[in-house]
């Protein structure tokens, strides 16, 4: 099958759910998008809103039981992902998307030279000797920055400090030259000097190898300055999909309006009371599909929010927001008023 | 310890007020050092190849900081630079190994064990993780009423019960919860008991360490809230600690900067965001990801080289030297006293002076800060 317009990759109606002792968790409950090539698209999220598991998903890494994909397909270059044998998969996996995760101490073996662990992906999808590989591996190394990398690729990774350990994440990653990234929260473990280290290394490495990323982060300002197009998730569901510049500049639902309202400003903070969305997020073992997840918490909800799921409705030709009042609040985010009501100081309930 | 005492210790410290407002202080900290010892230098260490010398670890590394009644100090600085090492020094959760604490007047670090516990009342804090602080096997009513009991701040029974009850309402959460446990709440909700826990005692100041960084935005803002209210409220203090620097710019009134042990800079909130003197302070400012695209396209970025360095063998000289894209040779060598560039606004770094505060206007290899004619509040 042939690649269709330009898309690398198209998620249509992903469904992966969670067996528990509490039920059926929807982690993501019918997600569909698509990435073209060469593009950064940022997943941004609050804990347990399914934007990891949606990228799990993508390389068939739910753990099974107790996930399982429900449905859906994810289209790479055509080809649904979904369908394929285990060892398709694998060949896929590591070569052509490739993934870094936050925490490098546990994504690393703790036994293995860093050399070691990078050896092993050439050698595996490259075909590469062990000579072949290791000069590969030292010479990402050296691509990610790894000061005296020929000296340092046989060090064991505890000998690495947190920031060069992401850096050796990245360099496994991008090591059979992937044409994905997918990034889940990788500078959350990391300090902000070295986090705007990993981000400019990323930003660099996709302009020159023209590599597809995934950015997912809870992280607003992360993904203001990296992305061409933002999916902001809640509850397993899409809320809101635009480009970035349009996203920040006129969201078009309460929820991705609270999120940026509840992030302090540096350049513009009066020391006013900061908006905040109030109660939590909701338990999604147990969500009524007949409501909105977010009604409970949501500055315009009416009736109508509590008794029937909102459209994703679509604002312009690249706008979705899932709510039943989008047009209304998208209109006020264009024309800069009915923003959301100051911040409700008895703040936090009980709940 | 008798006034006169109190008088000499405020008097052989630096001078005493950083802001010079006639003001006093609620907390005055003066050379606070805290170093641990690691071991190594002993006969055995040196037959097994260890560390011929004793390491240490200089994590407070000769910190001098005023903080005044209702002010919220924000103190900002990556993993390992000493800030929740401070904070704990603070109240002695960590013993200082030199140095002093005034807590109005009194130096807390000379108390005993009983004088101090008579202290602690007025001294509270508040942890990062929910999870980890507070007690699995104690229901919300035992964690919020045992420093109620503790500093006998009820008669009997039934006052205890009703200030744990306020108290949870106080800081959002319902009554109705009293007999649950930990785990039977979110992440948002066990900082609010860890809250209740802190403004039990009815304290006046209170370290806040990182008390949002577990929590997700959208909690992040209501703990926020529910923290600068209780302030307003109840008139404290806090020595608000976090590397979040834009949770610090929104919460604090001043902004202390912690670099390995020792402060680089201290100044008012939005000065110190608007105007960072020190370069450190400069590249920290410019790496925090602003939440608007536009901004963040066209913003320069200070991208530092490398890692912090280790603290147990920090660079010698000012301790940032290793990273600094402005440092010269004499950086290398002189350790920067944290001297009054603006008024009000303390850096320390010998390329900047009150003559020349702005570092890119400095000529290449200068050091207006050595000629000394800043006031110098500490080294």
Avoid at chain 2, 172 to 196: C, D, M
Avoid at chain 2, 266 to 275: E, G, P, W
Avoid at chain 2, 284 to 305: F, G, H, M, N, W
């Amino acid at each position: 099958m042939s690649e269709q317009n330009g898309n690398l990759l198209s998620v249509k109606n992903l469904r992966t759910y969670f067996e528990t002792e509490d039920g059926t968790v929807r982690a993501v409950d019918g997600i569909s998008f698509d990435l073209k090539r060469g593009e950064t698209l940022g997943i941004v999220g609050e804990s347990g809103s399914g934007k990891s598991v949606t990228n799990l998903s993508i390389i068939r890494l739910i753990p099974s039981p107790p996930g399982k994909i429900v449905s859906g397909e994810v289209l790479f270059h055509g080809e649904d992902i979904m369908s394929l044998t285990q060892e398709e998969v694998r060949r896929i996996r590591g070569k052509r998307i490739s993934m870094i995760f936050q925490d490098p101490m546990t994504s690393l073996n703790p036994f293995m030279r860093i050399s070691k662990q990078l050896m092993e992906i050439t050698e595996l999808h490259l075909g590469h000797t062990r000579e072949q590989a290791y000069e590969h591996a030292v010479k990402m190394l050296e691509t990610v920055g790894i000061p005296e990398a020929r000296a340092r690729a046989n060090d064991y990774p505890h000998e690495f400090s947190g920031g060069m350990r992401q850096r050796v994440m990245i360099a496994m990653a991008l090591s059979c030259e992937p044409e994905l990234l997918i990034a889940d929260e990788p500078t959350t473990a990391l300090d902000v000097t070295i986090q705007a280290q990993i981000l400019e290394l990323i930003r660099k490495l996709k302009e020159e190898t023209g590599t597809s990323v995934i950015l997912i982060t809870h992280d607003l300002g992360v993904v203001a300055g990296m992305t061409d197009d933002i999916i902001v998730m809640y509850a397993g569901k899409i809320f809101e999909q635009a480009p970035t510049t349009e996203l920040f500049a006129a969201p078009g639902n309460p929820y991705t309006k609270g999120l940026l309202k509840s992030v302090p400003d540096p350049a513009d903070d009066e020391g006013a009371e900061l908006y905040q969305i109030p109660g939590l997020p909701p338990d999604v073992a147990h969500l009524s599909p007949n409501q909105c997840p977010f009604a409970e918490r949501c500055y315009r909800a009416e009736d109508i929010c509590r008794r029937e799921f909102p459209p994703f409705v679509q604002l312009n030709a690249e706008h979705f927001s899932l709510c039943h009042f989008a047009e209304e609040v998208y209109a006020d985010s264009r024309a800069g008023r009915g923003d959301a009501p100051a911040g409700t100081t008895q703040g936090g309930d009980g709940r | 310890m008798t006034m006169q005492g109190v008088q000499n210790t405020a008097s052989a410290a630096p001078p005493s007020s950083l802001q010079g407002d006639g003001r006093e202080p609620l907390i005055s900290i003066r050379e606070l050092k805290v170093h641990f010892k690691l071991g190594g230098g002993t006969a055995w260490d040196r037959l097994v190849g260890g560390s011929p010398v004793p390491r240490v670890v200089k994590a407070v590394d000769g910190v001098s900081l005023d903080i005044y009644p209702g002010e919220t100090m924000g103190l900002v600085g990556e993993s390992g630079c000493g800030k929740s090492t401070l904070g704990r020094a603070l109240l002695r959760l960590t013993e200082p190994t030199g140095g002093q604490v005034l807590f109005r007047g009194r130096d807390l670090a000379a108390l005993s064990k009983g004088q101090l516990r008579g202290q602690r009342r007025h001294l509270q804090m508040i942890f990062q993780d929910p999870y980890a602080s507070l007690n699995p096997r104690m229901t919300v009513s035992q964690i919020i009423g045992e420093p109620v009991e503790t500093f006998g701040l009820a008669r009997g029974r039934r006052e205890r019960d009703e200030r744990v009850r306020e108290l949870m309402q106080t800081v959002g959460l319902s009554p109705r919860f009293v007999k649950r446990y930990p785990h039977e709440f979110s992440g948002g909700q066990r900082q609010r008991i860890g809250i209740a826990r802190a403004l039990a005692a009815d304290p006046d100041f209170v370290v806040a360490d990182e008390p949002i960084s577990a929590l997700d935005v959208s909690i992040q803002a209501q703990i926020m809230n529910l923290m600068e209210r209780l302030q307003r409220e109840r008139n404290l203090t806090y020595l608000f600690i976090s590397h979040d620097l834009r949770a610090i710019r929104h919460v604090s009134d001043r902004v202390a900067v912690m670099y390995l042990g020792k402060l680089v800079e201290l100044a008012d909130a939005k000065v110190i965001y608007r105007d960072p003197l020190m370069p450190y302070t400069k590249a920290l400012i410019s790496a925090v990801p602003v939440p608007d695209p536009v901004v963040e396209s066209t913003r320069k970025r200070i991208v530092l080289q490398g890692d912090v360095p280790s603290p147990i063998n920090p660079p010698s000289g000012c301790r940032f030297h290793t990273r600094c894209p402005w440092a010269i040779e004499a950086c290398k060598e002189v350790a920067p006293p944290l001297a009054e560039i603006k008024p009000n606004h303390f850096a320390a770094c010998i390329r900047i002076s009150p003559e020349q505060p702005d570092i890119e206007s400095v000529a290449p290899n200068d050091a207006p800060g050595l000629r000394g004619t800043g006031r110098v509040i500490a080294q």
